[in-house]
């Protein structure tokens, strides 16, 4: 059997179940890590996924992994890309029936019903609390523990302490413990549920298969099985499940929950659809252009799911406290019983009920969901802004940042070209015609330039002049036959200006251009006063000093090669973290060297692999959105530790002190729990 994973990445995505903190997580990863045919190993607890990236050219079969992972405790499927049918009703009901039941059982101890007491109170702890017992027992075979264990253990205590004349009233511990604790859980699930699944409520929307007209035959084909050049119809209203191009109809489209932008626009034949956005008013046909794993959508899905199966360091630190945590909870909690029944000599019943309110009120779940709830939030929030966190260390870093430093050309600058002049301007040509030429020959071109010259003559609505034996030398120029006459453009290198040399035949030109900018100068202003912004260029003096002195940034270099950029970075890095933002070939060892490299969906593709934040709308106007978003999830990841840390700080002390009963230290856990996923929940900006 093949095993099934990304050949790209050779990585290999598993969907678990059985996990209950962040401590379930780590456990599994510390037992995959083992294996050495594997590289790498990232478990999610809100996701319930395993990400596992194996050593290049190694044969490992999944059934191999999903046996060891089976074999501590949980159970490990290849995931099916399926949204997982949502449980939250009966997680609802599960914790409100043992509440109830519970406050019937408190109600019926020292009546004449005290066997029914006796009944109910074992089927809250064994039944309805079956899963941390299940839990507890598969992790203690292999000497692991989590907060399964410190809740079973705790429960089951005090049910078997109940059992011991004129201790009936134990019955009520056990029971409230289990009912806080699922309550807890119920909220913790709801909230993550709303989390993780905030961005994938349109995928559940997207058809799963559609009727594509092929080799002029209609066939119901898979949308992941799509092709270039395959045509499909969508209705008014529905979702356009493809990139493609318009070819019948003309449509409004809604594209917000791609692009972020709330209004509709309007879209012709010949112009560009984007999957996920929403057909508005009239039935529309559609060119597929590409297929669903390079439509704009999928790709930005794929991203935000790299991302939230990466851990920052700061998860990581936290899953080694838990780690170790729980064993330490053990270990207090045996000695708060040694200590309280030999030393304070208290009863032995008293003891035991001291030792389980610290068992209980320690468990680490509140430390355990203080960062991945935010994180999710965080991704789905800044896709909507237009923006993606591939890696969330950068959340910390840019808290951190000092310095931006900007690349010009095609960052800064929009890549469009603007005609300054045309001289001489006294020869026998206009300047519209020699527009008209250079145009034309540059219609064979893709070259930033050359658009943009296409595009001036487009908006003159000139003419184009037909051409043969066209001829482009790359980084130099373009030449051949435009008509009758011999034309060729270059790079004019004599000028200090950007300038073209152009000769019609025997008349020669020089066409002056000038960029236009791709950011506002109030953005950079409002950044100007935050942090110290530098432009790092390859390009000319005079371009590179012209577009500081427009975007008021004082400090500039220019005609820096890929390396000198890469080691001014790396000069800068020494007295302070650095944002680099760039967009070319070039530009990609700077954006790795960073703390932090940004770059767009108009960049070059390894400049796109290369950043840690990726823009795929709005522009660099959206690093407003990013630092904004940054400083917002950080404060509520730090507000959560301080809640999570707060609490075991000081809760701990009093149940060893025996100052807590176990049933108010089970509500006391959940409510720490509550209290960072309700924070984690609220608006980030």
């Not at 009966?90 to 039941?101: R, T």
């Not at 489209?253 to 560009?272: A, C, H, N, Q, Y």
């Not at 025997?506 to 950011?519: A, G, P, R, W």
């Not at 954006?591 to 770059?599: F, N, T, W, Y």
């Amino acid at each position: 059997m093949d095993t099934p994973l990304n050949q790209q990445n050779n990585t290999l995505i598993l969907d678990i179940d059985g996990m209950t903190c962040a401590a379930c997580a780590a456990r599994i990863e510390r037992v995959l890590q083992k294996t050495d045919k594997i590289e790498n190993v990232t478990v999610s607890f809100p996701l319930k996924t395993a990400q596992i990236n194996l050593k290049n050219n190694e044969d490992l079969e999944f059934e191999e992994i999903i046996k060891k992972i089976n074999s501590i405790g949980y159970k490990a499927k290849i995931s099916s890309n399926l949204d997982k049918e949502s449980t939250t009703k009966f997680l609802v009901f599960k914790p409100v029936m043992s509440l109830l039941l519970t406050f019937i059982m408190r109600y019926l101890i020292g009546t004449n019903a005290e066997v029914l007491a006796y009944f109910i109170g074992f089927s809250i702890v064994l039944y309805l609390g079956k899963d941390f017992h299940i839990s507890a027992f598969k992790k203690i075979r292999y000497f692991d523990f989590n907060m399964d264990t410190l809740v079973s253990i705790g429960s089951l205590s005090a049910l078997i302490i109940s059992l011991f004349p004129n201790n009936i009233m134990f019955l009520d511990t056990g029971a409230f413990i289990i009912s806080f604790i699922l309550i807890g859980k119920s909220v913790e699930e709801k909230v993550i549920e709303d989390a993780v699944q905030s961005s994938k409520n349109l995928k559940n929307k997207l058809p799963a298969s559609i009727i594509v007209l092929r080799n002029k035959e209609s066939l119901e084909v898979p949308t992941s099985e799509t092709k270039e050049g395959d045509i499909f119809e969508v209705l008014a209203g529905e979702i356009i499940p493809l990139d493609g191009i318009l070819v019948e109809g003309t449509a409004s489209v809604d594209e917000s929950l791609i692009t972020g932008e709330s209004i509709p626009v309007t879209r012709s034949v010949g112009e560009k659809l984007l999957g996920g956005s929403i057909n508005l008013n009239s039935v529309i046909k559609i060119k597929v252009d590409n297929p669903y794993s390079e439509s704009a959508y999928n790709i930005i899905e794929q991203l935000i799911n790299e991302a939230q199966l990466t851990k920052p360091k700061i998860q990581k630190t936290l899953d080694k406290i838990t780690q170790f945590f729980v064993p330490f909870v053990l270990i207090l909690s045996l000695l708060t019983l040694l200590f309280r029944f030999i030393i304070s000599d208290f009863g032995i019943i008293e003891s035991i009920e001291n030792a389980i309110s610290v068992l209980v009120i320690a468990c680490p779940c509140a430390l355990g969901l203080a960062t991945p709830i935010v994180l999710y939030r965080t991704a789905a929030e800044s896709k909507k802004k237009g923006f993606i966190f591939k890696d969330f260390d950068a959340l910390q870093k840019l808290t951190k940042i000092e310095t931006i430093i900007f690349d010009k050309t095609g960052t800064l600058s929009s890549g469009i070209f603007l005609i300054e002049n045309i001289l001489p301007k006294n020869s026998e040509l206009s300047s519209d015609e020699v527009l008209q030429y250079v145009a034309s020959l540059e219609k064979n071109s893709q070259h930033p330039i050359a658009r943009s010259l296409v595009y001036a003559a487009e908006l003159k609505n000139l003419s184009f002049f037909e051409t043969k034996n066209v001829i482009e030398h790359p980084g130099v120029g373009i030449e051949g036959m435009v008509g009758n006459n011999k034309v060729s453009v270059s790079k004019n290198i004599n000028s200090e200006r950007n300038a073209l040399k152009v000769t019609i035949d025997d008349y020669n030109f020089d066409i002056f251009l000038k960029e236009e900018t791709s950011i506002s100068t109030q953005f950079i202003n409002e950044i100007i006063n935050l942090k110290k912004v530098i432009i790092l260029s390859g390009d000319k003096k005079i371009n590179v000093e012209s577009f500081a002195k427009e975007l008021n940034i004082d400090e500039f270099y220019y005609e820096k090669s890929p390396s000198e950029k890469f080691e001014f970075i790396k000069n800068k890095q020494i007295s302070s973290p650095v944002v680099f933002i760039g967009d070319g070939i070039n530009d990609s060892p700077s954006l790795k060297q960073a703390d932090i490299g940004v770059s767009t969906t108009t960049s070059s593709q390894i400049a796109q692999v290369s950043g840690d934040i990726l823009i795929h709308n709005g522009g660099l106007d959206t690093l407003s959105s990013v630092f904004k978003i940054s400083n917002s999830s950080n404060k509520k990841i730090n507000q959560n530790l301080f809640l999570a840390f707060i609490y075991n700080i000081s809760m701990i002390p009093i149940a060893v002190a025996g100052l807590i009963s176990p049933s108010l230290a089970a509500l006391a856990m959940a409510l720490s729990s509550i209290s960072v996923v309700l924070n984690s929940s609220r608006k980030l900006q």
